[in-house]
């Protein structure tokens, strides 16, 4: 079984070497059919430099605190 990979944008770099990145997700609603956007947000290890604002890929890995299990493999588009 491979890891999930997800692409998102980064909402925080505050704490050390950890970064907040907002995953946005589009699901279409099965009465209306509308197209319904949903947020997630999930904290990754920062090892490569990524700031503010920059696209990244995300894989998940082992956990390596209580609410970080995700890291950074790489920037998909600098900010």
Excluded: C
């Amino acid at each position: 079984m491979s890891a999930k990979r997800l692409t998102g944008r980064i909402v925080s770099d505050k704490m050390q070497g950890v970064v907040v990145v907002a995953v946005e997700m589009h699901k279409k609603h099965p009465i209306y059919s509308k197209t319904v956007k949903n947020t997630r947000r999930f904290k990754a290890t920062n090892g490569i430099g990524a700031k503010d604002g920059d696209m990244v890929l995300i894989q998940e890995g082992r956990p390596v605190a209580k609410s970080v299990s995700w890291k950074i493999i790489e920037k998909v588009k600098e900010n």
